[in-house]
C-alpha cells in the first residue's frame, strides 16, 4: 500500500537487484492511480462513518453531539428506510431478471444476425449504453407525461389506461417505468457481456449435442447456458450492483414521491437536500453496508471469481 | 564472432529455487552448441541469461574475454530468434529486418539498411514479401523474417530459443537444414535450446544436457550417443529410448530378465561385486539372428525371447518383449521416467530389427545383441560404470577438426566468390 | 428440414423481423426525445410522438435564447470536466496498468482488488463527506471539485479494462526490441506504444461515457454555473416563463449532449464492444 523502502528491501535476501527496481518502478507507476481511487473512497467513507455517530445538521452546527449508534437506531426503527430498502431490493431483482432474459434474447441475435448486420445491431444497441441516464430518463419521462407523453392515446384501448392515467401519481406505475427505463439504458451492457459468453462457447460443443438429438431449447439449457455461467454470474453482479444503487431515473421522474423512494435517494435527501450530516452519513454507510453484502453474498455463494483470469496466466509466464 | 564462456553460472529466482545451478561451458569462436534437455530444466533460462533478459544470480558470461554479466541486452551485441519469433505486427517484414539497424541512429546509410535487408530477404528467400505484414505470413515465413532480423545484425552471436517448435514436422526438417547451412556459412557462434534431440543431435558440434538446470554433459552427438555419461543423458539421448535391464554380473555372465549372456572383460569388472546394475542397450543394439549378417554374428549374443508384439513402419520395424519387473530397480525407472517428462515406466524391452524380419507377435525368436555397444549403469547414482572417457573424447575431437574443415571450406568458398 | 426453401424463406422473414425489433428496441426512446425537442411549446401537449410541425425553436432557446447562460455554460464545464477527468484517468490508468500487466511486484493483486471495490461503490455514499469536505477546503462548485470524484469512478474500469488490454500484448517483443540494440524506453516505445494505443484508445471512450453520464456529483457538489455539468443542469432547467413547460429545452439539451455519444458510438462500435467485454469477462 506504499512504496517499499530501501531498509524493508534488505530484509527478503532472496531478491535479486532486478527484481527489487522492478517492484520500485511497479509501484511508482501504479502508486498514483492507487492513491487517487483509495482516497477518494476510503477517506470519505471513513469521514462517514465517523460522521454517522453524531447528530449534526449543517444548519445548527452548534448542536453538533456524539449520539453514537443513535442515527443508525433511528434508521432501522423508521419504516420510511424499511419501505426505501423493500423498493430498491426490489427494483434490483426485477430489473436484473428481465435484463437478464432480454439481454439473453439481444445476444442471441447479435451472435446468429448475418455478419453485414452485426455491426448495425452493435452500434444501435450502444445507444442506450452510452447515453447519459438522466437523457434516457427524460426521454422516458416525455413518453408517459400526462401533459406531453403519447403513450396513454398509443395505449388506450388496453385496460386501465387512457388520456387521464397519470403515470407518476401512483406507485405501482411511477415504479414501472423507473425500472422501464433504467432496463431499457442497461440491458446492452449485459447482452454485450453474454454475447462475449455466447462467443466463448465452442460450436463442437454444440455440434456435438445436434448429433446427439438435443433440440433447441436442450442445447441452450444444457450445453450452452452452463458453458456460460461464469460470464451470466458476472453480469448479474455487476448489474446487481448497479441497479442497488438507481438513483438519477428517479430522481428525474419522480424525485422520489409516491413511494419511489431508494436507498440512494433517501440518503441524498437527508444529507444534500435537508443538510443533515450525520444522519446522511449513516444512511451512506448502510447503502455501502448492503452493496458489500450483495457482493459477498454473490461471490461467495455462487462461487463467482472475479479476480481470475487477471494475472494467474501471465505469472507462470514469467518465469 | 565471439567466444562465450559460461564460468558457474547460478540462477536462483525469488523463492530460493536454483534454475540454473553451477553451469560451465566454454563456447569456441563458431562453434554452433545445443542445450538440451526435458521441459524445465533451465535451458531457455540460461540462455535468457546470455543474452542479458535474466539476472546472473551468481557466477561469470564472458563475451570474448569480457565479462558482460551486468552489461544490458543491447550492448551484448547478440542476436536472437524467439520460440514465437518476436515479430513486430505493425511493421512490414522489411520494417522488421530492419529494426536493429534503424536503432543504431546514424550508423548506417538508407541506402546501406536497403542493401543489407534485401542481402538478407534474398539469403533467406524472403524477397517477395517484404512488403506484407507479420500477420499475413505462414509459421515458416514468419521464422524466416526472425532469422532475418537476426542475421542482419552481423551481431557477435545468434541465440536461437526453441526456433523450430510451432513449425510442423515436415517444415521444421526444412528449416533445420536451413538453419544449419546458414550457420556454416556464416560461421557464427550460435547457441541453441531445444526439447527436440534430432535437433540437438544434427545441428550442434557439441551438446549440453541438461536436468533440473544442472549440466549432465556437454559433448559432441556422437560422444553422447556412444559414450553417456549417465542413466539420464543415456536414456535422453537417442529414440526410441535406451532399455534399462535390472540385471547381474555373475561369473562373467550377465543374467537380464530376458535371458543370460556373455559380456566383454571390462564389463565384468565394472559390474562386479553390484548387487544389482541396469543394463543400457539401445533398440538398435539388438537384431534378429535371422536376418543378420554372418560377420557381425561373432561381435554378439544369442537370446531366446518371447515377443509380446510388433510394429512395421516400412523403414524400420520394432519388436516388444514384456519381461518381470525387478522392484529394487522400479523407483529408479519411474524417476528416471519423469525426468524426461514420460508419464510411466513399462518393463518392456524395446528391440529394432530389420524391416525384412518376418517375427511376429507371440512367436518365440532369437535375438542377436551386440555386446560390445552395452553400458552398465549403477541404479543409486547413475553413473555410467562402463564409462570410456578417452574413447568419448576422442569422437568429440573427430567432431570438432569437422567443423574446423567445414569453416575453412566456406572461407575458402567466399573468398574464391569475392575474387571473381 | 423436409421443404428446404419454404424454411429459409421463413427463417430470413425471421431474422428480419428480429433484426428491426432490435433497431426499434433500441433506438426508439431517443428518436421519441428527438421529436420532443422538434416540437413547438403548443404542441407539447398535443399527446403525439410527431410534432405536427418541425421547428428549432428549442434549439435557438438553449443556444441564443433565455436558457443560453444556463445551458451553454454547463456544455462547457460538461465538455471541459469530462475531457480532463478522462484525459488524467487514462495517463494514470496507463501507467498503473502497465504495471501491473508487465512487472511482477508485491501489491499487484490488492491494486485491481481495489479498483474492483471502489467500482461498486456507492457514488451517494461518498457524496455526502465529499460534500462536507469539499465546502471546507474550497474545492465546492469548481472543476476540480468534480474532476477528482470523477477519477474514482473512471480510474477502476480504466485500470481493469487497460490490464485485460496489455495482458495481451506479446512482452517477448520488448525483450527482443532490447536484445537487438533498443534502449528500455525505445522497446516501449517502438515495439510496445503501437500495440497498446488501440487499447488505450477504447479506454478512453469508456472513460468518458462514464464521466459524461455523472448526475450525482453533479447535482451535489456544485450548486451554480461555474461547474454544473449538463445532467444536473437539465434538472433544474425550467420554462421560459414560469408557465411553459420545459420539456421542448430540455429534449434539446439532452439531444445535443446525446451527439457526442452517437459519433463514438457509430465509429468506435467495435472497439467498445471488445472493451467492455474484456474487462468484465475472462478470456
Known amino acids: 500500500m506504499r512504496v517499499l523502502e530501501a531498509g524493508e528491501e534488505s530484509v527478503r535476501p532472496k531478491k535479486s537487484p532486478r527484481a527489487r527496481a522492478e517492484a520500485r518502478l511497479g509501484w511508482m507507476m501504479a502508486g498514483p492511480a492507487f492513491l487517487i481511487m483509495l482516497s477518494v473512497t476510503a477517506y470519505p467513507i471513513a469521514q462517514a462513518v465517523y460522521e454517522s455517530l453524531f447528530s449534526y445538521r449543517l444548519t445548527e452546527p452548534d448542536a453538533r453531539e456524539f449520539v453514537f449508534l443513535g442515527n443508525y437506531a433511528t434508521i432501522f426503527s423508521d419504516s420510511v428506510f424499511w419501505w426505501a430498502l423493500g423498493v430498491t431490493v426490489f427494483v434490483t431483482v426485477v430489473t436484473v431478471a428481465v435484463e437478464l432474459v432480454l439481454g439473453f434474447a439481444l445476444a442471441l441475435v447479435m451472435h446468429r444476425a448475418l455478419k453485414g448486420l452485426r455491426g448495425t445491431l452493435r452500434t444501435s444497441i450502444l445507444v442506450p449504453y452510452g447515453i447519459i441516464t438522466v437523457v434516457s430518463a427524460f426521454a422516458w419521462y416525455y413518453m408517459f407525461d400526462i401533459n406531453t407523453g403519447y403513450i396513454n392515446e398509443w395505449f388506450s384501448w388496453v385496460p386501465g389506461i387512457s388520456s387521464d392515467l397519470d403515470w407518476f401519481s401512483n406507485f405501482g406505475t411511477a415504479i414501472s417505468v423507473i425500472m422501464a427505463s433504467e432496463i431499457w439504458k442497461t440491458t446492452p451492457f449485459i447482452a454485450l457481456l453474454l454475447l462475449a459468453g455466447l462467443a466463448q462457447v465452442p460450436d463442437e460443443m454444440v455440434e456435438a449435442a445436434k448429433v446427439d438429438g438435443a433440440t433447441w431449447w436442450q442445447q441452450m439449457s444444457r450445453v450452452v447456458i452452463p458453458h456460460m455461467k461464469a460470464a451470466i454470474m458476472v453480469a448479474v453482479l455487476f448489474r446487481a450492483l448497479d441497479a442497488f444503487r438507481i438513483f438519477d431515473n428517479v430522481f428525474i421522474m419522480t424525485q422520489g414521491q409516491h413511494g419511489t423512494e431508494v436507498l440512494s435517494m433517501l440518503a441524498y435527501k437527508t444529507s444534500i437536500t435537508r443538510l443533515e450530516i450525520g444522519m446522511g452519513s449513516a444512511l451512506s454507510v448502510v447503502l455501502f453496508a448492503c452493496v458489500l453484502l450483495i457482493c459477498a453474498v454473490t461471490v461467495w455463494g455462487f462461487k463467482v471469481d472475479l479476480a481470475s483470469g487477471t494475472d494467474h496466466q501471465d505469472a507462470g509466464k514469467e518465469k | 564472432m565471439a567466444s562465450i564462456e559460461l564460468k558457474n553460472l547460478v540462477k536462483k529466482y525469488a523463492d530460493g529455487y536454483p534454475a540454473v545451478n553451477d553451469v560451465s561451458i566454454d563456447i569456441e569462436d563458431g562453434e554452433f552448441v545445443i542445450l538440451v534437455g526435458p521441459s524445465g530444466c533451465g535451458k531457455s533460462t540460461l540462455l535468457r541469461m546470455i543474452v542479458g533478459l535474466e539476472d546472473i544470480t551468481e557466477g561469470d558470461l564472458l563475451i570474448d574475454g569480457e565479462r558482460v554479466n551486468d552489461v544490458a541486452p543491447r550492448q551484448r551485441d547478440l542476436s536472437m530468434v524467439f520460440q514465437n519469433y518476436a515479430l513486430y505486427p505493425h511493421l512490414t517484414v522489411f520494417e522488421n529486418i530492419a529494426f536493429p539497424l534503424r536503432l543504431q541512429k546514424g550508423r548506417f546509410s538508407k541506402k546501406e539498411v536497403t542493401d543489407k535487408v534485401n542481402g538478407v530477404s534474398e539469403m533467406l528467400e524472403l524477397n517477395e514479401h517484404l512488403k506484407r505484414r507479420p500477420g499475413n505470413l505462414s509459421g515458416g515465413q514468419r521464422q524466416r523474417v526472425a532469422m532475418g532480423r537476426a542475421i542482419v545484425r552481423e551481431a557477435k552471436a545468434f541465440l536461437f530459443d526453441e526456433p523450430l517448435s510451432n513449425l510442423d514436422a515436415k517444415l521444421r526438417g526444412q528449416m533445420r537444414t536451413q538453419i544449419s547451412q546458414l550457420q556454416r556459412r556464416l560461421g557464427t557462434t550460435s547457441v541453441y535450446v531445444t526439447h527436440d534431440q534430432v535437433e540437438a543431435m544434427t545441428l550442434g558440434d557439441r551438446v549440453a544436457v541438461l536436468k533440473k538446470g544442472e549440466l549432465q554433459q556437454i559433448a559432441s552427438p556422437r560422444e553422447l550417443y556412444e559414450q553417456p555419461a549417465n542413466l539420464f543423458v543415456a536414456g535422453f539421448i537417442g529414440a526410441p529410448s535406451m532399455n534399462f535391464l535390472p540385471c547381474t554380473v555373475t561369473d562373467g555372465r550377465l543374467s537380464t530378465p530376458v535371458g543370460d549372456f556373455d559380456i566383454p572383460e571390462g564389463h565384468q569388472r565394472a559390474g562386479e561385486g553390484k548387487d544389482i546394475v541396469l543394463a543400457g542397450i539401445r533398440p538398435e543394439f539388438f537384431e534378429d539372428a535371422e536376418t543378420l549378417e554372418g560377420s557381425k554374428r561373432d561381435r554378439g549374443s544369442l537370446l531366446e525371447v518371447e515377443i509380446s508384439h510388433t510394429e512395421w513402419l516400412g523403414n524400420e520395424q520394432y519388436v516388444y518383449v514384456h519381461y518381470e519387473m525387478d522392484k529394487r530397480v522400479e523407483d529408479t525407472l519411474q524417476s528416471l521416467a519423469e525426468d524426461m517428462d514420460a508419464d510411466e515406466t513399462r518393463p518392456e524391452l524395446v528391440i529394432s530389427v530389420s524391416p525384412e524380419s518376418k517375427l511376429r507377435g507371440g512367436d518365440r525368436a532369437t535375438i542377436w545383441v551386440d555386446v560390445s555397444r552395452i553400458h552398465l549403469f549403477d541404479p543409486a547414482t547413475g553413473e555410467n560404470l562402463t564409462h570410456d572417457p578417452e574413447a568419448g573424447a576422442e569422437l568429440t575431437r573427430r567432431a570438432a577438426d569437422e567443423r574446423r574443415r567445414d569453416a575453412e571450406r566456406a572461407k575458402e568458398r567466399t573468398e574464391a566468390a569475392a575474387q571473381s | ?283
Open chain 3, 1 to 283: 428440414m423436409a421443404a428446404p426453401g419454404g424454411n429459409t424463406t421463413k427463417i430470413k422473414v425471421g431474422w428480419a423481423v428480429l433484426f428491426v425489433v432490435t433497431l426499434v428496441y433500441a433506438l426508439f426512446p431517443v428518436f421519441s426525445i428527438l421529436m420532443t425537442s422538434f416540437k413547438t411549446p403548443g404542441d407539447l401537449a398535443s399527446n403525439t410522438l410527431l410534432p405536427a410541425s418541425f421547428t428549432w425553436q428549442n434549439y435557438e432557446e438553449i443556444f441564443v435564447g433565455g436558457a443560453q447562460t444556463l445551458f451553454l455554460s454547463a456544455l462547457v464545464n460538461s465538455i471541459g470536466i469530462t475531457l480532463i477527468a478522462t484525459a488524467i484517468a487514462v495517463v494514470l490508468a496507463t501507467l498503473c496498468a502497465y504495471a501491473v500487466a508487465r512487472f511482477d511486484f508485491p501489491g499487484k493483486k490488492v491494486i485491481l482488488a481495489s479498483a474492483l471495490a471502489v467500482s461498486i461503490f456507492p457514488v451517494i455514499s461518498v457524496v455526502t463527506p465529499l460534500f462536507n469536505l469539499w465546502r471546507t477546503i474550497g474545492l465546492y462548485d469548481t472543476w476540480i471539485g468534480l474532476i477528482i470524484p470523477y477519477l474514482s469512478l473512471t480510474l477502476p474500469l480504466s485500470i481493469w479494462t487497460l490490464s485485460a488490454f496489455f495482458r495481451q500484448i506479446p512482452w517477448e517483443l520488448e525483450a527482443a526490441a532490447q536484445v537487438d540494440g533498443a534502449t528500455q524506453w525505445q522497446a516501449f516505445r517502438k515495439a510496445i506504444v503501437p500495440l497498446a494505443a488501440p487499447g488505450v484508445f477504447t479506454t478512453a471512450i469508456l472513460a468518458f461515457f462514464i464521466a459524461w453520464n455523472d448526475f450525482v456529483y453533479g447535482i451535489s457538489l456544485t450548486s451554480t454555473e461555474a461547474a454544473r455539468p449538463v445532467p444536473a443542469a437539465l434538472a433544474f432547467f425550467t420554462g421560459a416563463s414560469q408557465f411553459e413547460e420545459p420539456a421542448g429545452a430540455i429534449s434539446a439539451a439532452a439531444i445535443v449532449v446525446t451527439v457526442p455519444v452517437v459519433i463514438l458510438v457509430v465509429l468506435f462500435q467495435r472497439q467498445i464492444v471488445s472493451g467492455l467485454t474484456q474487462g468484465a469477462v475472462k478470456g
